[in-house]
């Protein structure tokens, strides 16, 4: 296999210096993870994010992840008066199954660089780097959070989120107990938390008048009263079976994206006169399922998008970059079944067949010294047109003279399986549900392929199925 070109990352920061040139002028850049429990892919999108914040002037991070933990990330990298007093402890009161996915010593290790890059800058708060949820799982959360927010700035005007709270009281925080319920009766609680929402938006200028960090925290409130709103649909949707929950979800992350873009570009001058780029430049952490192009997989043909469609095709492909990753062997954080506590699982090497096989075993210049290290491809050319369904490749390769950029003849325009794990795994069953069809260059703008990865750190000791599953690095003290 020699057709697929790429530079060996060789384990440093300066591996990345060719992505990084891929981004260019791009506002937003989405990095995935094959797997969800993977301390390689935390550690890489850490020090790419790292340097685009440095070096580019991105603005935030926007994970997938909910709202209201992530705003308390937010809320200490920026030293709001009412923020935790570490890292650590804000991560470690993230609660809601699966804690792994962001209550992890290596994002311990991130949110404390933000707090001091932050801590290092002029101006105003809300211009700091920030932190953030995209997604719709937060329906108790949220609503808890609105009526926090109510108790302090309004208590008069409590009545709308208190009812939407008490509509969904009976059914004791199981989201599958409400999906059942409205499944079968005409009754929910959708009246409630638009009301909610409503009453909030009506109240915007008395609400960011006098208080300090007004307008962020109001943002804040009204975010959560989007995400209860969209979540409710979410749990009546999702007993439907079909594609529409997550579609839905996707949407509601690209829409929430779009609400952060908006409200850091408040006031900042966009140098486009406001047609389609910008001032405000965006990452985005999310599983390769979300930021991959759904187009260019199997995803399409059962009527599924997903984010880094929908980003590619509201913002265009000149100011978006998906980053994918991938490995071919290791250990990874999971779980067997949905709910039970996680455990250390080994990652078998991935099958005969597949995208992943193929770039572990990928050498050039007639040398098999490559096989099993890192590799960085970078596939399409900063140059590349808007509109991603009717871009003549082998015309654009000969408009440009940019390295990485193929055709479609060329061998990584194969359809072919690339690993997927969630927070839910199994290594017996994974070769027959957890390889996605995928045209990687098609996909992906780029693709980080670690050889072998390790199972990331998590905080919550309790939750490990035992005491051996612990990774090495496992933090000791508080």
Known sequence: MTDLNYTLLNGSSQGLDLLLDRV????????????????????????????????????????????????????YIKGFSDSSQSAYKVLHSFNRWPTWMWANKEMVDLIEWIKVHNNNMDGLRKDKGGFYGLD?????????????YLKRVDPTALNNAVDAFDCFEPYNKDVERYAHATAFVPDNCEDEVIETLASLRNKHDAYTKEQQNKEEKYFNAEQNAITAKEAEKYYRTMMKGDVNSWNLRDTHMMNTLERLIDFHNKD????????????????????????????????????????????????????????????????????????????????????????DKVLHGLYKNNSSDDIGKDKLFIFSSPHQKDDHNNTDKTTQKKKNNYIY????????????????????YNPKYEKYGNYVPTKLSSRYDALLFIDKTNALSPLHMQEIKNDRDLPETFPSGV
């Open 405 to 424: 950029y193929y055709d479609d003849d060329t061998e990584n325009e194969k359809t072919m399986g690339q690993r997927a794990i969630g927070v839910v």
């Open 24 to 75: 260019g002028e791009s506002q937003i850049v989405l990095l995935g993870e094959a797997f969800h429990g993977t301390s390689e892919f935390y550690k890489w999108r850490s020090e790419i994010s790292k340097r685009l914040i440095k070096e580019k002037g991105f603005s935030f991070i926007a994970v997938e992840g909910d709202w209201p933990d992530c705003f308390e990330v937010n809320k």
């Open 136 to 148: 719709i799982y937060s329906l108790w959360e949220s609503l808890e959070a609105i009526i926090q």
């Open 268 to 355: 900042k001058d966009t140098g486009d006169g406001g047609v389609g780029v910008t001032g405000t430049k965006a990452i985005v952490w999310a599983h390769n399922t979300h930021i991959g192009d759904a187009r260019f997989t199997d995803m399409a043909k059962s009527g599924m998008i997903n984010l880094g469609q929908l980003v590619r095709e509201k913002r265009g492909s000149k100011n978006t970059v998906l980053v994918g990753f991938s490995t071919y062997s290791g250990s990874v954080i999971a779980s067997k079944q949905w709910g039970e506590k996680m455990e250390k699982m080994d990652v078998p090497p991935a099958k005969d067949g597949s995208w």
